[in-house]
Every structure is written in structure tokens, then in C-alpha cells.
């Protein structure tokens, strides 16, 4: 799956300079641009939001379903928390099912999360990297739409044995206005810089990182498209699904 002309001792270099790094045409153009279809066209996302301290999972329908003031009352106790730097709202598709029960074309997507889970792919991150102790992957595809947004953060929590945050961007076109930007800071909280969304290019970078998803503007002209998750370490926890 992956771009057979990548460069990978570049790569390495660009990535140890500060533990970043983004990497254009990361998979075969075929992959990304099926995979792109089925997630804008196939994929049934949940809401996943933080709310009442635990995280959230909505199906579409049932959020639907909501009546106006619960929607209210949601959205005032999330912009509530972002206020405070706390939380995130987005739609997100979690690869912890068995594969069985995704058959057809959604099917295709668990065979990317196999492959990243494959020894040609872990290879190819240690490659990159230098980490020498990975041992799996985890997955969700994730939607950023109009209004939705994953304030500060670092990945680094402890006894989950994270050592690398992924994201697989699946986005045609992207005004950085829209918002919906990787953004990265340093300890103080100052902005660095921030990477636009983008199609079939790959972040990949330190736990350690402080980062965002900036707030998606009502004015952003189509949905951002990704897969997401975390490389692990040998000491990683048994494998559960992931939230955010």
C-alpha cells in the first residue's frame, strides 16, 4: 500500500531534526483515493465528544434524534469546557471490530488498518524514526466538519506505551481560513506552526508534541477526512478502542 518511491533516508533525517514529520504522497494514489471514497461516501460516523468528564459516542441517528434543547444543553457544556481548553467534538469511525462485520466496500478500510498493524509497515515507521519497540497500531477514521474541533493536547499518557500520533489525511482541498489545522506548540502554549489538511499525506510525530485541531469554521467548504491513531510500544496495555 505503501508509495514505493519513497525516499525513506531523507525521510529519517527530516524526522529527527524535531521529531515531526509530514510526508506527501505516502501511499499508492489508488489506496488513497478509494479510501477517500468510502469514507466521504460509505462510512456511517459517530458524534464523539467529551462531555460530564467521559468521553462520548453518538450515532448520527441518535443524535439526530435529539430534541433542540438537548442539543442546547450539549453544545453550551462543550463550548463550555473549550473555553477552559478542554475537550473535543468530532465524528469518528473506530477500527475495533472484527473486520467481518464490515464487509463490501467498507471492508477496505480495515484493510489499511491491517496493513498498518503489518511488519512492512511498523518496519517502515521504525525506519523513519529510529523507534525500534513497535509492536502495533492503533485506528479511527475521523470527520471534521462545520463547528467541530480537538483543543491542546499531548498524546503522552501514561501506561498507555504511545510513542508515535499518526494522522493519514484524505482531504482534497483545504483553505487554511476553513480552520480544521494540525497546530503545534511549544511547552509554553505558543503556536509554532500548523500543517493544512491534505489528501494522501501522512503527519507523524513524538507523543511528546503539544498539538490541536483547530476549530472548523461554518464557512469550510467540504468535510476534513483522516485516519488517526497511535504507533505503540512493546509495554502497550491489550489493545481496546480508541477514543480520540
Not at 459517530?46 to 459516542?57: E, I, P, Q, T
Not at 467534538?89 to 473506530?94: E, M
Amino acid at each position: 500500500m505503501l508509495n514505493p518511491s519513497l525516499d525513506r533516508g531523507s525521510l529519517a533525517r527530516e524526522f529527527h531534526r524535531d521529531q515531526r514529520i509530514r510526508i506527501e504522497n505516502v501511499l499508492r494514489t489508488e489506496v488513497a483515493q478509494r479510501i477517500r471514497a468510502i469514507c466521504a461516501e460509505k462510512v456511517s460516523f459517530d458524534y464523539v465528544y467529551f462531555l460530564d468528564g467521559a468521553v462520548r459516542v453518538t450515532g448520527e441517528q441518535e443524535m439526530a434524534g435529539f430534541d433542540g434543547k438537548k442539543k442546547a444543553q450539549i453544545s453550551q457544556e462543550l463550548m463550555r469546557n473549550a473555553t477552559k481548553g478542554i475537550g473535543y467534538l468530532y465524528c469518528g469511525y473506530v477500527m475495533n471490530q472484527s473486520r467481518a462485520v464490515a464487509d463490501g466496500e467498507l471492508g477496505y478500510l480495515y484493510e489499511l488498518f491491517e496493513y498498518l498493524n503489518s511488519p512492512d509497515m511498523l518496519d517502515f515507521v521504525e525506519e523513519i524514526t529510529g523507534r525500534e519497540d513497535l509492536v502495533r497500531a492503533d485506528a479511527q477514521y475521523t470527520r471534521y466538519s462545520a463547528g467541530q474541533y480537538l483543543t491542546r493536547h499531548r498524546d503522552d499518557i501514561e501506561g498507555k506505551a504511545r510513542r508515535l500520533a499518526y494522522v493519514f489525511g484524505f482531504t482534497r482541498r483545504w483553505h487554511p481560513d476553513w480552520g480544521g489545522l494540525l497546530q503545534f506548540y511549544d511547552d509554553a502554549g505558543t503556536p509554532r506552526d500548523a500543517w493544512v489538511p491534505a489528501f494522501n499525506c501522512l503527519s507523524l510525530f513524538d507523543v511528546r508534541h503539544l498539538h490541536s485541531v483547530s476549530y472548523v469554521t461554518p464557512f469550510a467548504g467540504e468535510a476534513r477526512l483522516s485516519l488517526t491513531g497511535w504507533f505503540y510500544g512493546e509495554d502497550a496495555p491489550v489493545r481496546q478502542a480508541s477514543s480520540g
